[in-house]
């Protein structure tokens, strides 16, 4: 069939100079920032004059973290989620598997664990990357230090921890992660356990496919880390709403130092049960992270915190039963004991330091 | 012309799929559109990252929602 119109659809580009990109970049952070020092006023205003809340009074201590803890919240995760979005323009999966085919062992597992926190694939796509990278020649642990850390260390997770919890735990959590990541691919690459790789994925050939590569303007990456942007604060916001309101109530009506004799550092068994409770859970960052800030306030321990929040993040059951396809009973159980283990040795390591 | 979506069934696999039947409903185009959720077909094309969108066995894109325009442009109109 031949379509009426013989028009050539011309793909019209939004193109800026540098200089104008720049400019209204600039201008948009100033705002940004002038807003951002308002929230706390905003929140207590609203709270106190708007709501008439007595200054105070538990509810009125909740809702004024509410107030100002959301908007902190989004505005954080709008600014990370879009410079991430960015600098992801300049990956691609098969680029990553590219460089990562056939690296040695130690500095492979490191790469990788960097490379999984900037190469944009979602997480549905595990087994199919996973197949791609071990059938191309990325040494199975190299393939796992990549999986572990592309959940853990993500914008989200960063933008929220260093909106809530401050820059410093940012770094740590970030920091930990990527040691876990590279330490448990390492671990499973030592194992040798190619063998526990289901044998279909073997039969499949990887070979890699040839696409032209379309030459990207600065503005077609203010535009990707724009979709970025819509794509995932569209998906968290609802969890981070409800994280945040959990928070709140927890901030507002639970006793300072309940946590301590529960998630305190003085009870090693806080730890391992904290591991034990988050697996089964399952939610993203977005849910997890207000919720630890509140239990932090309240005398948890961090690294009871941490490792809590980083094997509700990094192992779930969903996400093995979709690794199931590809890998054999004991490789999964094997990959489930070396990441909870790096979990409960950076649980134990903060407890004892902080 | 036969087209193929490549993806386990996850929201982004099934936007692009929806996008590509709209184009087709609109510019009536001839075309037939499958999708392909099961991993080991997924593997075998070669591919890992979902969605991605196979033409005529030729790899038109991989790891995101293609725009209108670009199904467009593929399907020639």
């Known amino acids: 069939m031949e379509s009426k119109s013989n028009i050539v659809n011309k793909k019209t580009r939004v193109r800026f100079n540098f200089i104008t ?3 209204l970049g600039a201008v948009a952070i100033y705002l940004w920032w002038i807003i951002y020092q308002r929230l706390p006023a905003f929140a207590s205003w609203t709270t106190y004059f708007l709501l008439a809340l007595k200054e105070g009074s538990h509810l009125g201590a909740s809702l004024e973290f509410f107030f100002y803890d959301t908007p ?4 954080l995760l709008f600014l990370v989620v879009f410079g991430v979005g960015i600098l992801r323009s300049f990956f691609t999966p098969e680029k990553t598997r590219a460089f990562l085919s056939g690296k040695s062992e130690l500095a492979g597992n490191v790469l990788a664990a960097l490379l999984g926190i900037i190469t944009p694939f979602c997480s549905c796509s595990a087994v199919p990357l996973f197949i791609g990278f071990v059938t191309a020649g990325v040494p199975l642990g190299v393939t796992f230090s990549f ?15 260093y909106g809530l919890l401050g820059w410093k735990i940012a770094a740590i959590y970030a920091g930990t992660g990527l040691f876990i990541a590279v330490f448990a691919g390492w671990v499973i690459g030592r194992l040798k356990l190619e063998g526990q790789i289901e044998d279909w994925v073997g039969k499949t050939h990887g070979a890699a496919i040839e696409m ?13 880390g724009w979709e970025a942007v819509k794509e995932i604060i569209g998906r968290v916001w609802i969890y981070v709403i409800l994280g945040i309101a959990v928070g709140a109530g927890i901030h507002g009506f639970v006793p300072e130092g309940v946590m301590a004799s529960i998630m305190g550092k003085d009870s090693w068994w806080s730890v391992p049960l904290s591991i034990v409770i988050g697996v089964p859970m399952y939610s993203n960052a977005a849910g997890i992270i207000p919720v630890v800030e509140a239990l932090l306030g309240k005398g948890a321990a961090l690294g009871t915190v941490l490792a809590f929040m980083m094997s509700v993040i990094a192992l779930s059951l969903p996400e093995m039963v979709i690794l199931r396809k590809v890998l054999k009973p004991k490789l999964i159980a094997v990959f489930i004991t070396v990441v909870a283990s790096g979990i409960l040795l950076v649980g134990y390591l903060f407890n004892i330091i902080i | 012309m ?4 490549l993806g386990p069934g996850c929201a982004k696999c099934n936007k692009t799929e929806k996008l590509i039947r709209e184009v087709i409903n609109e510019t009536l185009a001839d075309a037939t559109v499958e999708k392909i959720t099961d991993m080991m077909q997924i593997a075998s094309h070669g591919v890992f990252a979902t969605p991605s969108v196979i033409i005529d066995n030729q790899v038109k894109c991989t790891g995101k929602v293609p725009k209108k325009e670009e199904i467009k442009k593929w399907l020639g109109r």
């Open chain 2, 2 to 5: 036969e087209i193929k979506v």
């Open chain 1, 147 to 161: 999986l572990i850390a592309a959940p853990m260390v993500n914008e989200i997770a960063l933008g929220l921890l």
């Open chain 1, 212 to 224: 032209e590569e379309e030459k990207l303007y600065f503005s077609d990456r203010i535009i990707y």
């Open chain 1, 21 to 23: 990109t720049f400019f």
């Open chain 1, 72 to 75: 902190k919240v989004m505005m």
